[in-house]
Structure formats: structure tokens, C-alpha cells
């Protein structure tokens, strides 16, 4: 199964910082709303019960508030490959796990992509906070060492 080798590291743990040497084209657009799927998939099956689940969830997704026309495009023609693997086609589950990592489906692919939630940063400032505050209440002053 091919793939694009290991996930990168943050930035801060890289040995070589390298600048960036292509410039960024700003381009100005709108998200785009998600289309409803047709009625039928291509072929005229019926959608499977959980690609029109997944195509929810895609709605939902805080990554689809980015979205344009050509981006909700590529996931339609996902929603067909989705729907087709969970009928029994298992031979296009490289193709359809290749095509929703560009979107950041999983946890890997949005640190290839450098896409992080925010919600991630605040959630370990807090454990990072309770961790102090129950140092500071003496909490582990019971325990001992042990050999």
C-alpha cells in the first residue's frame, strides 16, 4: 500500500529548519455550504446508510467551514467510493483512504497537513493547570519514595 512516509514532526522538534522558499498566492473566496448528495449514488444504488452518515459528519466537520464548490466536489466523488467500499467493494479502500487524507480525515493527516484544533491547545493548558494546582494543595505529600 503506498503512502507518503512517516507523519512530520512539529516543528520545534525538527533538527533543520529549512525557510520556505515558494511564495503563497492569497486568492479571495467564500466557503461554500455542503451540497446535499443526490438521491441515488452513481450506478443508481441507493446511498449506503453510513455514507450519508460520514457526509453529516463532513457537514459538521469544523474543516468544511473552509470548503469551496471544488472541495465539496472531491468529497462527493469520496461519498461514491465510501459508498461503494462499505457495500462489500474493499478493493478501493487505498483509493478512498488517500482521497479523504487531503481533506484531514484522521488524526495522521492533519498533522501532514499542519492542521491543528485549537481546541487541543486549551484542553492541555487545563491539564497542565490542574496538574500545578494539585501540587500546590499538597496532594502528593503522602507519598513516598520507594526502592
Not at 472541495?71 to 474493499?90: N, P, T, Y
Amino acid at each position: 500500500m503506498a503512502g507518503r512516509g512517516p507523519t512530520p514532526k512539529p516543528d520545534e522538534k525538527r533538527a533543520r529548519r529549512n525557510k520556505q522558499n515558494a511564495a503563497l498566492t492569497i486568492v479571495e473566496s467564500a466557503p461554500v455550504i455542503q451540497p446535499e448528495l443526490p438521491e441515488m449514488a452513481p450506478g443508481g444504488e441507493p446511498w449506503h446508510p453510513h455514507t450519508i452518515e460520514w457526509w453529516e459528519r463532513w457537514g459538521e466537520d469544523p474543516l468544511a467551514g473552509e470548503f469551496r464548490a471544488s472541495d465539496w466536489s472531491e468529497l462527493m466523488d469520496c461519498a461514491a467510493i465510501h459508498s461503494q467500499f462499505w457495500s462489500g467493494d474493499f478493493k478501493l479502500a487505498g483509493e478512498l483512504r488517500l482521497r479523504t487524507g487531503k481533506f484531514g480525515a484522521t488524526q495522521e493527516d492533519r498533522a501532514r497537513l499542519r492542521i491543528q484544533f485549537a481546541a487541543a491547545d486549551e484542553a492541555d493548558e487545563k491539564r497542565r493547570g490542574s496538574r500545578a494546582s494539585a501540587d500546590s494543595r499538597g496532594s502528593y505529600k503522602s507519598l513516598k519514595v520507594v526502592d
